[in-house]
């Protein structure tokens, strides 16, 4: 968070996290279709994202203007140094789950994974404003959320059901996270 208090102006990052293909890059896409944007996306050939996309996102609260920028991580293991320098300075989290049954360990490891990189910046899941966006609830092999959600979650941590190829959900994710980081800038301000 970065807080210019002459200018009234509040900084956050926010980055979409998860295994490869979990959705991450759709969400951003969609985010940014809806605000008439183009996102920024650094890639190869093969991967959509190598490195990783951007947008910036704002809002007037109590006169301050907040920004958001959003990024995403590339979830391949091969990138994790990249992945690990766009969590640098993150305030907050998506972390998007593939519903698909086949992908549900991954899911589960991938949280170890997202607990490693906050700790490396010292921080924790506890202490992290994080929302999980529990994606791709279109596919046949969706595993049901009761299941989901005693297997795949975070104590005590907001989350959303999302088909974001279809931009559903994908507002109400981020709504959420706004809403966190929102609580956390006015705890700051007084
Ligand atoms: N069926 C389905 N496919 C999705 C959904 N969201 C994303 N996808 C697809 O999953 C693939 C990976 O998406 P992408 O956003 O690149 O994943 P990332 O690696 O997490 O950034 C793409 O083919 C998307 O079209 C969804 O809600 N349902
Ligand atoms: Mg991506």
Redesign the pocket.
């Known amino acids: 968070m970065i807080i210019d208090s002459v200018k009234g102006s509040v900084k956050f990052k926010v980055v ?1 996290h ?10 951003i ?1 969609q985010l940014a279709k809806s605000d008439g944007l183009d996102i920024l996306t650094f890639d190869t050939k093969q ?3 190598l490195v990783f ?1 951007f947008i910036t996102r704002k809002k007037v609260v109590d006169d301050f203007q907040l920004s958001f920028s959003i990024y ?1 991580i ?2 391949q293991d091969i990138y994790k140094d990249i992945r690990k320098m766009v969590m640098r300075g993150a305030d907050a989290v998506v972390f ?1 789950v ?2 698909s049954e086949k992908k549900l360990k991954e899911n589960v490891e991938f949280l170890e994974v997202l607990a490693d990189d906050l700790r490396l910046y010292g921080k924790t899941l506890e202490s992290t404003p994080i929302v999980i966006q529990y ?5 046949p092999d969706a595993v049901p959320m009761d299941v989901l959600t005693s297997e795949v979650y975070i104590p005590n941590k907001p989350y959303a059901e ?5 931009g ?1 959900g994908v507002q109400e994710t981020f709504n959420l996270v706004e809403e966190e980081l929102v609580k956390k800038f006015k705890q700051m301000v007084g």
């Open positions: 979409y998860g295994i490869a293909l979990a959705g991450k890059t759709t969400n896409e991967e959509r994202t996309d995403t590339p979830g998007v593939d519903s994606n791709k609830r279109d596919l999302a088909i974001a190829l279809r559903e």
